[in-house]
C-alpha cells in the first residue's frame, strides 16, 4: 500500500470522497503512459476520465501554460478582455458548424450543460425537457434531472420536467432482432408519440450523448439524431449535443460525435479533454440563444486564462496533428482485435464504439447476463499488466477505454495485447 493510501485510510470516514476503492497514485505521466508512487508504469486507456486528450507532459501545453504565468496575470475575472477566450471561441464557434455561433466558457462539462438548459427553457419559456434513457450529463440538479442512470442518480428533484426517450437501448427485448432503419422508425414514433401525449405545452429541447459516456459508450444507430431532428424542428424544439466525452475527433469518424449522424444542433457543450488536464467547459450555441437577456452572464473562473492558454494549444495540437485520423486508424486495430475475441471468448457479450471510444461488455458464459463481477477482474488484471481501464455502464459491466488520441499504432497493438490476455484469463477463470 502506498503511503499515500495508508493516509487515506488512516482516519474512519476518510477525509475524502474518492471513486475507488483501491485507487492507484499516479505520480508522472509521459506520453500515453502514467507512473504510479510505487514506480509501476500504464498504458493509460482511460485518459483520467478522458480528460488527457494529447497525451501527458506535452511541451506545447506546459510553455503555453508558463507563459502565461509569466504575464503574472494568473486570473483577474472574466468581466475584462481575454485574449486567450476570443481566441479559443472563435475556433471552437468555427469548427462546430453552427451558424453565428457564440461560445461561452465554464469551469466543467456539468456547469456546460446547466448553463445549455438555462439558455433552451429561457428561449423557449418552458421548463419541459427531453433526455435519452440511460444518459449522464453531470452532478447539479439540472444535469441530474436529465440524467437516467439509476446508480447517479441519487434523488428524484428536478428543476425540470423530463421525458426520456429511446435511442441507446437496442439490448432491450422489444428491440431484438430489428435492423437500424427499423429501429430508427419505431424510435421516432415513439418521440412523436410522446409529443403527442406526454408534454403540456412546448418543450424547450432534447439533450443527448451521440455516444453514451457513463451509460458504458451504448451508441444510438448512425442517423437516429438526424430523424430525431427532423420532428424537433417541426416544433422548433432545440437540440442540445452534450459533446463531453465525444468532441475533438475522439470517435475518429467525426469532429464532433453528433455528426456522425449527418445533422447539426443548436448548441453543443463540451469539457474534459480540451485542457489536456486543465478544467474547462463550455458550450457553443447559436447566437440568438446566446444572447437571450439576463440568460447567461458571468462565470467567475469559467475560461479563466491558464485553461485558456492549455486549451488553445491542446485544440492546436489536435488540428496540427490530425489526431481525428490518427483515432480512426488506431481505434479501428483496438475494435477489430476486440471484436474477432468476441467470438472466441464466451464471456464477451459485446464489443462496441468508433475511434478512441470503445467498450467491452463482460457476460455470465452461462447465462450472458451482465457480469459487473467479472469487470472488477478485469481492472486488476489489466493493472497487473500495465494498463488502465474504466469501467461502469448501466450494469456496471461494460469496461469502457478512451487513451490519448495521441496512442500511436505500435501503442494499440500493445494495449490490445494486455487487454486480449486479461480477458483469455478471466475467461478461462469463468468458464
Ligand atoms: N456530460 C457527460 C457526457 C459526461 O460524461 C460528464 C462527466 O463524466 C459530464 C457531462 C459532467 O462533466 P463534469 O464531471 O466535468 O462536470
Not at 181 to 196: P, S
Not at 309 to 319: G, Q, S
Request: net charge negative; glycine share 12%.
Amino acid at each position: 500500500m502506498s503511503d499515500l493510501l495508508a493516509r487515506h485510510r488512516a482516519v474512519m470516514p476518510n477525509w475524502l470522497s474518492i471513486y475507488y476503492d483501491e485507487p492507484i497514485e499516479i505520480v508522472r505521466g509521459k506520453g500515453n503512459r502514467v507512473v504510479d508512487a510505487e514506480g509501476h508504469t500504464y498504458l493509460d486507456f482511460f485518459a483520467g476520465i478522458l480528460t488527457n486528450m494529447i497525451g501527458y507532459d506535452v511541451p506545447e501545453v506546459r510553455e503555453a501554460v508558463e507563459r502565461q504565468i509569466a504575464t503574472g496575470v494568473v486570473h483577474t475575472s472574466t468581466v475584462y478582455l481575454l485574449r486567450g477566450q476570443i481566441e479559443l471561441a472563435e475556433k471552437i464557434a468555427r469548427l462546430s458548424g453552427i451558424e453565428n455561433a457564440k461560445v461561452f466558457f465554464t469551469n466543467s462539462g456539468t456547469e456546460a450543460n446547466e448553463t445549455a438548459l438555462l439558455l433552451a427553457t429561457y428561449a423557449r419559456r418552458s421548463d419541459q425537457v427531453l433526455a435519452m434513457r440511460q444518459s449522464y450529463h453531470g452532478r447539479s440538479f439540472g444535469a441530474l434531472s436529465v440524467t437516467s442512470n439509476r446508480s447517479w442518480k441519487n434523488n428524484s428533484l428536478s428543476p425540470l420536467n423530463v421525458h426520456f426517450l429511446h435511442g441507446a437501448d437496442r439490448h432491450l427485448p422489444q428491440f431484438r432482432g430489428l435492423s437500424d432503419a427499423e429501429y430508427i422508425e419505431v424510435c421516432v414514433e415513439d418521440l412523436r408519440h410522446v409529443l403527442a401525449t406526454a408534454v403540456s405545452n412546448d418543450v424547450a429541447a432534447l439533450i443527448a450523448e451521440p455516444i453514451q459516456g457513463v451509460g458504458g459508450f451504448t451508441m444510438a444507430p448512425d442517423g437516429l439524431f438526424k430523424a430525431y431532428k427532423e420532428v424537433l424542428d417541426e416544433e422548433g424544439i432545440l437540440f442540445i449535443s452534450d459533446e463531453v466525452q465525444t468532441g475533438w475527433g475522439r470517435t475518429g469518424s467525426a469532429f464532433f460525435g453528433i455528426q456522425n449522424h449527418g445533422m447539426t444542433p443548436d448548441m453543443m457543450t463540451f469539457a474534459k479533454g480540451l485542457g489536456n488536464g486543465f478544467a474547462v467547459g463550455g458550450v457553443v450555441a447559436r447566437g440568438d440563444l446566446m444572447d437571450g437577456p439576463h440568460a447567461i452572464g458571468l462565470a467567475t473562473f469559467g475560461g479563466n486564462p491558464i485553461s485558456m492558454a492549455a486549451a488553445n494549444a491542446t485544440l492546436d495540437y489536435v488540428l496540427d496533428h490530425d489526431l481525428q485520423s490518427r483515432a480512426a486508424v488506431t481505434g479501428k486495430i483496438l475494435i477489430d482485435g476486440l471484436r474477432e475475441a468476441k467470438g472466441r471468448l464466451p464471456i464477451v457479450g459485446d464489443v462496441r464504439g468508433k475511434g478512441l471510444m470503445f467498450a467491452v461488455e463482460l457476460v455470465d458464459p452461462a447465462t450472458g447476463a451482465p457480469a459487473p463481477a467479472l469487470a472488477g477482474r478485469f481492472m486488476e488484471e489489466t493493472k497487473k499488466l500495465g494498463l488502465l481501464a474504466g469501467k461502469g455502464g448501466l450494469y456496471g459491466n461494460a469496461l469502457r477505454m478512451a487513451p490519448p488520441l495521441t496512442l500511436t499504432e505500435d501503442e494499440a497493438r500493445e494495449g490490445l495485447g494486455i487487454i486480449l490476455s486479461a480477458l483469455e484469463t478471466i475467461n478461462e477463470e469463468a468458464g
